[in-house]
């Protein structure tokens, strides 16, 4: 369903998985989407572009977070534009940088909640379980039903196929990582898994990634769920996915 007020929004995510999603579920509510890998590349097209909206992941490698949402405040006032400045992430922030963006959307969140904070909405975060509970179902089946009557078959299995081998990749780094006890390259790559396994609706991926960062946060992963658990949660995804979309 097309949105009731078309906007210009410009995406801010390192994360493939991310940016594709979002420019494809944005894109088919009728906004204009353009999108951008990195704030400095962000900076960089905003002359000449004009975005009523803009939506930035916090934990960008370069310039993020409170400094990014001040560098663009300032490009935007020297071009005599303005755009509401939406952050986003998978994981709720710290207060000193809610306060530099006009609202917050934690990830996994809905085209609703998004046409809420570019509406005006504060777009509460709502904080993450501290227990993970049971292992979750494959793929939340409510996530992926709203996809579907978002995206064509093709492009939603696109998606899912991206998601998957960026997750794959990432484990690979991973599991490198808990072998040299690189927390920081743990957290980060966890933290990139959950956050597009989360937008997807695959569930146990989440769940998993989740538990890592968690982990590495603390710095400690005697609990840190095996890379082969992760394995064996993307085989089942790819063998659910194969069976939907035969």
């Known amino acids: 369903m097309a949105a009731a007020h078309s906007l210009r929004i410009l995406v801010i995510d390192d994360d493939e998985v991310m940016t594709e999603l979002l420019a494809a579920v944005l894109g088919i509510e009728g906004h204009e989407v353009s999108t951008a890998g990195s704030g400095e590349s962000a900076l960089a097209l905003l002359p000449g572009h004009t975005f009523d909206v803009v939506l930035t992941d916090l934990q960008l490698p370069g310039l993020h977070g409170h400094a990014l949402a001040a560098a663009l405040r300032s490009a935007l006032a020297a071009s005599n534009a303005s755009a509401r400045l939406l952050g986003m992430s998978g994981s709720p922030p710290s207060g000193h940088e809610l306060t530099a963006f006009d609202a917050f959307l934690l990830k996994p969140f809905t085209t609703e909640q998004f046409a809420a904070a570019a509406a005006g909405s504060s777009a509460s975060q709502p904080s993450e379980p501290l227990d993970p509970g049971p292992r979750p179902s494959v793929l939340d089946e409510a996530v992926v039903s709203r996809l579907a009557k978002q995206l064509p078959a ?76 992760f394995y064996s949660a993307c085989v089942r995804l790819e063998r659910m996915l194969n069976t939907r979309f035969s």
């Open 154 to 229: 093709a492009k939603l299995k696109e998606l899912y196929e991206l998601t998957l081998s960026d997750a794959r990749m990432r484990l690979d780094l991973i599991q490198k990582a808990l072998a040299a006890g690189d927390l920081d390259t743990i957290r980060r790559e966890a933290h990139a898994i959950k956050g597009a396994a989360g937008m997807v609706g695959a569930s146990e991926l989440h769940q998993l990634a989740a538990q890592a960062e968690k982990d590495a946060s603390t710095g400690s992963t005697a609990d840190t769920p095996p890379p082969a658990d």
